[in-house]
């Protein structure tokens, strides 16, 4: 897991931008609330702000790359369920989002970026 500077953009990050991408990262938790929600949650929030921050727009971008990812790996392990191994998977994919949701929440409010590992980078 590592981190970089988001400020080497060259625009200065405000306390608002700080709070948009957060909010990127936090939305993904209504996954547990809504279907598919870890998507949508993450995608208002991106849609909403990508166009006036460069900075909510690369927090945004790696939030949404990060829960389609994690998406696919959950809907694998779910047909791994059939030879077992798909339930610690599932187990281990919510763990794992839980806490590189948080680390990833808490890095963007620093105005730091955070590189979720294995990513699948759909949204360029």
């Known amino acids: 897991m590592t981190e970089e500077s988001v400020a080497s953009t060259g625009s200065q ?7 948009w991408g957060m909010l990127c990262h936090l939305t993904a938790f209504a996954g547990y609330v809504i279907p598919f929600g870890n998507i949508i949650g993450p995608l208002i929030m991106w849609v909403i702000k990508k166009d006036q921050s ?11 790359n990060f829960e ?10 779910v047909i791994l369920i059939f030879v077992i191994i798909g339930i610690p998977l599932l187990i281990g994919l919510g763990i ?14 620093d105005g730091q970026f955070f590189k979720y590992p294995l990513t699948i980078e759909f949204v360029k």
């Open 13 to 19: 990050i405000t306390e608002d931008d700080k709070l």
């Open 54 to 64: 460069d900075y909510v727009n690369k927090q945004g971008k790696s939030s949404l």
């Open 68 to 77: 389609i990812s994690l998406t696919i790996y959950v809907l694998v392990s």
């Open 96 to 109: 794992f989002q839980i806490v590189a949701v948080i680390i990833a929440s808490i890095k963007a409010y």
